[in-house]
């Protein structure tokens, strides 16, 4: 009888171990989101003297800057420091931090010395220009400053038909960004309006749909009205004049010299200064029409009236699709899909060498 072997006994799997965090990871993980106590290094005073008298200065620590402001001016101005200062206790030399942006370019202190430069008279309001635009809408909503708020409006209305088409878009970009009023829209759509189809379709991303084809359809519009312009500079050159030494009409002439003849097309008519005193008629009149014509009619060019069916393959094209049904010119019909299309072709080949056939044996 064979001596028994050594019992084989299973191997065990201890847990991993978990790795510790070091001091310095748990200072991150504990650190708190609110602005941090920070040495001063630089400081900007925008007291008058009225206020170190009557000690109603305020200090606000924006990174490394020291703000010294009036107390009065700053809740009066925003009513997140009317909280802010009203809540807190009344010492005159106690700072309050403030984290202003987590925006690094410009620096948060530049852009708070912004908002208080143009929000507060010290001692008179700041211009707001395109460098400090952007900041000074961003931060009249994180701060609620309305007279600012209304100041960014103004300009953005009186200063949006002067900018390029895409600053003008940048521009309603932030109002959307930073939840101003449709007043404000509205100033900035027909600027934005003027960039090409190219340009609107690559930032369509920075408006919103409704507003995009709100754009699209004011273009077409446009566009509409345009083409009754060019059809009429077009008709415009058929008026012409000619010297004659007779006029064909009332048969008057000048001694030895030319006449000046006009060419009337809209009433069909020629004559001299005297026989054709009316203007174009076609240009007097404000519901002029343009046409386009297929090989189907004539169709209006307007925003009332559809487009002839023989146009799907080119609004497919613009599309970037195919259409699942040909038109045919001939019969002026669709035609039916292609896979079904070849089966008829099929029927009507083999239709068409039955008949040779038969005239064959004949």
């Known amino acids: 009888m064979p001596a028994p072997g050594p019992l084989m006994r299973t191997r065990s799997h201890s847990p991993r171990k978990l790795r510790r965090e070091t001091n310095e990871e748990r200072k991150l993980k504990s650190k708190s989101k609110s602005p941090q106590k920070s040495t001063v290094i630089n400081q900007l005073d925008y007291l008058n003297s009225q206020c170190h008298l009557e000690g109603c200065q305020a ?37 309050y931090y403030v ?12 852009q708070f010395r912004w908002f208080v430069e143009s929000c507060i008279p010290c001692p008179a309001l700041k211009d707001i220009s395109d460098e400090t635009l ?20 103004k ?27 449709a007043q404000t829209h509205a100033a900035l759509l027909p600027s934005v309006s003027r960039l090409s189809l190219n340009a609107l379709q690559r930032h369509r991303h920075m408006i919103t749909e409704h507003i995009y084809s709100d754009i699209i359809t004011a273009k077409l519009r446009a566009t509409y009205d345009k083409t009754v312009q060019v059809f009429l500079a077009i008709h415009k050159i058929d008026h012409f004049t000619a010297d ?5 009409r009332c048969k008057r002439t000048k001694d030895g010299m030319k006449i000046k003849v006009h060419c009337d097309p809209c009433r069909k008519q020629v004559g001299c200064d005297r026989c054709y005193q009316a203007g174009c008629e076609i240009s007097m009149r404000e519901d002029l029409q343009a046409f386009f014509k297929c090989p189907h009619g004539m169709t209006p060019i307007n925003d009332t009236t559809d487009d002839c069916h023989c146009q799907i393959p080119h609004m497919a094209q613009y599309l970037g699709n195919t259409p699942t049904m040909r038109f045919q010119e ?3 019909e669709y035609m039916i899909p292609n896979d079904q299309l070849t089966k008829m072709e099929r029927k009507s080949r083999k239709k068409q060498q039955k008949r040779s056939e038969d005239q064959f044996q004949k």
């Open 59 to 95: 200090y606000i620590v924006v990174t490394s800057t020291r703000f010294m402001l009036c107390r009065h001016q700053l809740c009066h101005a925003s009513v997140f420091f009317k909280d802010l200062l009203s809540g807190g206790s009344k010492e005159s030399n106690k700072d």
């Open 99 to 110: 984290n202003v942006s987590n925006l690094s370019d410009p620096t948060p202190s530049t």
């Open 134 to 153: 952007e900041t000074c809408m961003r931060l009249s909503q994180r701060f609620q400053a309305k007279g600012l708020e209304l100041r960014c409006m």
């Open 155 to 181: 300009y953005l209305i009186e200063n949006a038909h002067a900018r390029q088409p895409i600053v003008a878009l940048c521009w309603l970009n932030w109002a959307l960004k930073h939840n101003f009023d």
């Open 244 to 248: 004659l030494d007779i006029c064909p």
């Open 330 to 332: 001939n019969n002026d």
